[in-house]
């Protein structure tokens, strides 16, 4: 067997386990009920919701209200918004209870 085909064939089966890993771990991560917060979010809510995710900030729940519904994101005690229209607030003026 050439060099070559040895090269591609070990790339090859790295990015096999590479990817079965990837699908391992997100299955671990997997949770129903984030999995359906996250679908009741806009398109600007999951797009500005992502970035907080980058920070450590987690979708703990919606709230509901005349004026639209507003996403709220925990990371290590502290909260952020969202909008229906994807504007995040870091420092809002809500208290959430444990």
């Not at 299955?27 to 679908?39: C, F, G, I, S, V």
């Not at 639209?68 to 209870?97: F, K």
């Amino acid at each position: 067997m050439s060099t070559r085909l040895k090269m591609f064939n070990y790339i090859e089966n790295f990015m096999l386990a590479v990817s079965s890993r990837e699908v391992l771990l997100e299955r671990r991560h997997y949770n129903a009920e984030k999995a359906a917060l996250w679908d009741r979010l806009s398109l600007a809510q999951k797009f500005a919701a992502n970035s907080l995710n980058q920070f450590g900030y987690d979708l703990a729940f919606i709230r509901n209200s005349n004026i639209g519904c507003t996403a709220i994101l925990l990371c290590d005690g502290e909260s952020a918004t969202i909008s229906s229209d994807g504007e995040i607030d870091t420092s809002p003026a809500i208290t959430v209870r444990n």
